[in-house]
């Protein structure tokens, strides 16, 4: 099955430390995004990538670290600087292109909670 | 500026229609995206439109836009409870590929 998978579910974290989020893609897009999601807003977006071993920071970075060895994958490093981190986090990807077809997929999202 | 606006919330009857409004600010849209999102889950694509079209119709959904006002419409058919869920406008900026999404319509269907 192709798809956008993230691990995992849920996640709990204690103040100070850093976490990683997991997302990984099989359609084999160029492109891929983190977003963040809190309650009564829309998405916010985080980090792309349009490309292996190069990303830009979206309109929330701060807080943030992301990598893109492979194309298949592009974890999401929440670090203690972030001072809100608790929230639903979503990873997409997409074709990279100009034209039709280049609408953004979803993953199931990770819910982290900072305790 | 780009800004996306929707109402929070509707309540419909299950059988009747349902048509949920979403506003944007940026001419420079190209498509403009629904997304439909359960309940714990992500978000998942219902259909789009470019912005040169006026309606766009896939079986029980019809998607009109009004370019002179910036007016995004979703209309669902014959709702039904499968189609609770929160409903994200989204528009697509320039040549990027980064959208911009409005707050979400949460879409409650009762008997």
């Known amino acids: 099955d192709g798809g956008i998978t993230q691990s995992p579910k849920y996640l709990f974290r204690k103040e100070g430390q850093n976490v990683t989020l997991s997302c990984e893609q099989n359609l084999n897009h160029d492109a891929m995004y983190w977003y963040r999601q809190d309650p009564g807003q829309g998405l916010r977006l985080i980090y792309y990538s349009q490309i292996v071993n190069d990303f830009q920071k979206g309109d929330i970075a701060e807080g943030y670290s992301v990598s893109r060895e492979k194309k298949e994958s592009f974890p999401l490093t929440v670090t203690s600087a972030q001072k809100n981190p608790t929230a639903f986090y979503l990873c997409?990807?997409?074709?990279?292109?100009?034209?039709?077809?280049?609408?953004?997929?979803f993953g199931p999202g990770t819910r982290l909670t900072v305790l | 500026g780009e800004d996306v606006e929707q109402s929070l919330f509707l309540s419909v009857r299950e059988g009747d229609s349902s048509v949920i409004n979403c506003t944007y600010t940026d001419s420079s849209s190209t498509y403009l995206y629904w997304y439909k999102q359960e309940p714990g889950a992500g978000l998942q694509l219902l259909t789009y439109i470019f912005s040169n079209m006026d309606m766009k119709q896939d079986q029980r959904l019809t998607v009109l836009l009004n370019k002179k006002d910036k007016h995004l419409s979703l209309r669902i058919a014959d709702t039904q409870t499968g189609d609770s869920a929160i409903y994200f406008c989204a528009e697509k900026i320039g040549g990027y590929n980064k959208l911009i999404f409005g707050a979400g319509t949460r879409l409650a269907v009762h008997p």
């Open positions: 997409a990807s997409s074709p990279w292109t100009s034209g039709e077809g280049n609408e953004q997929f």
